[in-house]
């Protein structure tokens, strides 16, 4: 079983920027690969990022691409998004997911086992 728990969410400006980290309890965290994903009022769960368990490929949604950057730290058993140039349409809970395989297609709420509680991102005008 993998807990992951994200931290760093927040309220900022349009503008600004935040990072996010999400820390995960399994001991063979390098393993897997990771994404984050998030899920504004009303709407449903989006892909916004995911890494390769090496670390080598990342993905990003075409809306964040540019802005957002993941990565991740095996040693630490962390993954990060730092956001800059935030935008209201910003405003989410962001998950962070967890696979147990290295997935094909990134982007798919499907390909991911574990899912974290989520953190709050709010983007003032």
């Known amino acids: 079983q993998v807990q992951l728990v994200e931290s760093g969410g927040g309220l900022v400006q349009a503008g600004g920027s935040l990072r996010l980290s999400c820390a995960a309890s399994?001991?063979?965290?390098?393993?897997?690969?990771m994404g984050w994903f998030r899920q504004a009022p009303g709407k449903e769960r989006e892909f916004v990022a995911a890494?390769?368990?090496?670390?080598?490929?990342?993905y990003y949604a075409p809306s964040v691409k540019g802005r957002f950057t993941i990565s991740r730290d095996n040693a630490k058993n962390t993954v990060s998004l730092e956001m800059n140039s935030l935008k209201p349409e910003d405003t989410a809970v962001y998950y962070c997911?967890?696979?147990?395989?290295?997935?094909?297609?990134?982007?798919?709420?499907?390909?991911?086992?574990?899912w974290g509680q989520g953190t709050q991102v709010t983007v003032s005008s």
């Open positions: 997911a967890a696979s147990v395989r290295a997935t094909v297609v990134p982007s798919s709420r499907r390909e991911y086992d574990f």
């Open positions: 890494i390769t368990w090496s670390g080598t490929m990342t």
């Open positions: 399994a001991r063979t965290f390098s393993i897997y690969d």
